[in-house]
DNA sequence: ATGACATGCAAGTGCTGACTTGCCTATGAT
DNA sequence: ATCATAGGCAAGTCAGCACTTGCATGTCAT
């Protein structure tokens, strides 16, 4: 999980992914080169949500020829377990 | 920050100094090869270090010929509102 | 059934990162 | 002064990662 975090565009991912929820990879496409000034490719962004999907930060499903993706930042919160952040 | 949490060697400094703070890096080095099992150098453990340091989670005094290391854990913060842990 | 659309797979390339190796500096003890 | 201790610097190696390229698969509309 900490090394799908480590890439910029992955991070950017989550990012689009946490305020628009269920989008297609054309979507996320189309929306991280538009708002997030990202100029990867398709297939580079297919392999960075394959991460995501391994790091079980990101749920896909598939419907038809769409394939929708969805946040679960569950995961993260290990982070703040592991090292408590005292306040 | 992200990239300096990617590596496991590094996130297990961290592990060490939230545990027992300010240790010099030889401390650092047998403890975690003795507790963690790793096998770095002590060059491997000082670049480590200073990629901490450069992502603000470790600083660093000087005193004599020892060097002291203190966790600093509040950049992590920044994760958890990034992405909310939505509970 | 044919074409356009949405996505998947796999080999190859280039660059970054982790680690080593060898030598150097500085502090403190005797 | 000398020597061991604690740490620093820099060049080189090697594997992994991000990205590309080219083609393949599957789905829907007409």
């Known amino acids: 999980m900490f090394k799908a975090l480590a890439d910029p565009t ?3 991912i989550l990012d689009e992914l946490v305020e628009r929820d269920s989008q297609t990879l054309f979507e996320l ?11 990867s490719s398709r297939q580079a962004i297919s392999q960075h949500i394959d991460v995501l999907e ?10 038809g020829r769409f394939k929708f993706h969805d946040v679960d930042t569950r ?6 377990e592991r090292w408590p952040t005292d306040e």
């Open 10 to 12: 992955r991070r950017a």
């Open 29 to 39: 496409c189309t929306r991280l080169t538009m708002k997030h000034g990202l100029t």
């Open 54 to 63: 391994a790091a079980g930060l990101v749920t896909t499903r598939r419907e």
């Open 75 to 80: 995961p993260l919160r290990a982070i703040a």
